[in-house]
């Protein structure tokens, strides 16, 4: 890296130039004894799109969440079009032109559209005016800038890349030059995920100015003019992205080199271990979630799901586990019928050898007002090696923790410290470790690497890579099409409760992927 790159070389504006868009200077914020932005400064040019980048709690969200008014700076000035900006709050952050897209959207699904986007803004005490003047003006918006989505439709009836469109027409609505997107890719079909890249390349063709929080390397690389890096709440380079690489931008990151491919030999399958037919599974509010899902996976391999979330494979996974429970069709673990015992539960799957690592390792992996290594035998207590005569044997429990943190680098190594003390991605260790140590004919996992850091994602494929060469077998469900394009070895894909085919990952393309998840046919999709 350049001097000038460490240094933030990209807050200097050329002589004679108009001013930045978007300037910060030695911003902080503190969280209690938490110092979570350390003298932040970034210059965003005018007419560019933005990225900022880095590791769980390195303050990106925390910085952009000051710049729209969630959050009140401890020090610094926030600069917009050259003017020093007192933001506190989002109200505040839209009069001076700055409008936001978060992660989760913002949309009351009862409500239309024209509806949604007026929602705050009605200008009068009645709504007939304010919607005619609405309907008009996101009619031309659409056509200015390719966002076309039907005004009268209901938000709820809308699939998400739609839903998205709505929360960005709503923010050109009320007069947004600087965009600001929170990990936008996250609930998005391939397919999805390119049309908001153009959609995105048009705004800043037309003069807006986009800031984008993501951890996807690849889009970053592909969709941005320039890109911040922090790393523990600082700034450690400002960039131009045409003049780095996504190695370096990991670096940059984490501190030291990270091997961004998964490292892996070609699977050499067994016999089937897990065998699923027909499978229906139906959620605590009585829908069925899952349509008679046929799938096995065997000795040596990972089987990934992919899916846009909410398409049932979270569904399929905890029923798998015994959370859920079966409401038809059979489960059977080394040819052994499991699924009609009259009870069907995570203990008794356990006791079957299936492990389990869950989607929300908060909620359902951690009670994270426990210490580690008491979270360290969840489902596992009554191990007798765990138990004294009367009580839990605590120096087992400790010693067995000990071991595994250093087994899978947890930081810090400390077994009395509470779960929620730790990082996510030294949560997800805790989990893996836990549920890999018991040494499972069937790992279920799902999301393993869902808010956890690069270099612990390296980490966790690594291990998962090592447990199929082990000849475990291995049924993954996530998100990420590059987590599942990198350690699957057949790939399966879920769209509306149902499987919509299966590929091998030697033949799977993300456009091939991408057209499954939004419901077109295997055939089809060839």
């Known amino acids: 890296m350049t001097d000038s790159i460490a240094q933030g070389g990209l807050d200097t504006e050329p002589a004679g130039s108009h001013p930045p868009a978007l300037r910060l200077t030695g911003v902080n914020k503190w969280f209690g004894a938490n110092h979570a932005n350390k003298d932040v400064s970034l210059t965003v040019r005018r007419g560019s799109i933005h990225g900022v980048i880095g590791e769980n709690g390195a303050g990106k969200s925390t910085i952009m969440s000051i710049v729209y008014g969630y959050l009140r700076a401890d020090g610094g000035t926030v600069e917009v079009d050259g003017r020093i900006t007192d933001i506190r709050s989002p109200r505040d952050a839209i009069a001076v032109g700055i409008g936001m897209v978060h992660q989760h959207f913002m949309l009351v699904d009862t409500f239309t559209v024209v509806e949604n986007v007026l929602l705050g803004a009605e200008g009068g005490a009645t709504l007939a005016p304010g919607l005619g003047r609405a309907r008009k003006e996101l009619e031309r918006l659409e056509h200015e800038y390719a966002l076309d989505v039907d005004v009268d439709a209901v938000v709820g009836d809308l699939p998400v890349g739609l839903q998205q469109r709505v929360e960005i027409l709503k923010a050109l609505y009320r007069g947004a030059d600087i965009l600001i997107l929170d990990e936008p890719t996250g609930v998005l079909t391939p397919q999805e995920a390119d049309h908001l890249f153009r959609i995105l390349r048009a705004l800043r063709n037309q003069g807006k100015t986009i800031v984008i929080i993501t951890h996807k390397l690849r ?90 979330s909410g398409n049932g494979q979270s569904e399929l996974l905890e029923a798998l586990a015994g959370i859920l429970p079966i409401a038809g069709g059979s489960v059977r673990v080394h040819g052994e019928k499991i699924s009609g015992r009259s009870i069907y539960n995570p203990r008794d799957l356990r006791r079957a050898g299936i492990a389990h690592v869950p989607e929300d390792r908060q909620k359902v992996g951690l009670v994270t007002s426990f210490s580690a290594s008491e979270c360290a035998v969840l489902g596992y207590q009554d191990d007798s090696r765990y138990n004294g005569r009367i009580l839990m044997d605590h120096g087992a429990m400790l010693n067995r923790c000990r071991a595994q943190m250093k087994s899978y680098d947890v930081r810090p190594p400390l077994p009395d410290l509470p779960a929620a003390n730790f990082s ?103």
């Open 424 to 526: 996510g991605g030294n949560q997800q260790k805790i989990v893996l470790a836990r549920e890999i140590e018991r040494n499972p004919d069937v790992l279920l996992i799902g999301q393993p690497t869902r808010g956890v850091d690069i270099g612990a994602i390296e980490f966790i494929h690594r291990r998962l890579v090592e447990l199929r060469d082990a000849g475990k077998a291995i049924l993954l469900v996530s998100v990420e099409l590059d987590e599942i394009l990198a350690l699957s070895d057949r790939i399966l894909v879920m769209f509306d409760g149902h499987l919509v085919g299966e590929i091998p990952a030697g033949q799977a393309t993300e456009r091939r992927l991408g057209l499954m998840m939004a419901g077109i046919s295997e055939e089809a999709a060839e």
């Open 219 to 308: 889009e970053i690389m592909d969709l941005t003019d320039t890109v911040t890096v922090m790393r523990r709440g600082e700034v450690v380079a400002n960039v131009e992205t045409a003049s780095t690489s996504r190695e370096q931008l990991a670096e940059l990151m984490v501190g030291r080199k990270v091997l961004l491919r998964v490292d892996k030999k070609p699977a050499e399958p067994g016999a089937v271990v897990l065998d699923v037919r027909a499978l229906k599974v139906v959620d605590p509010t009585g829908v069925l979630r899952v349509k008679e899902v046929s799938l096995n996976v065997r000795e040596g391999e990972i089987v990934g799901i992919a899916g846009v």
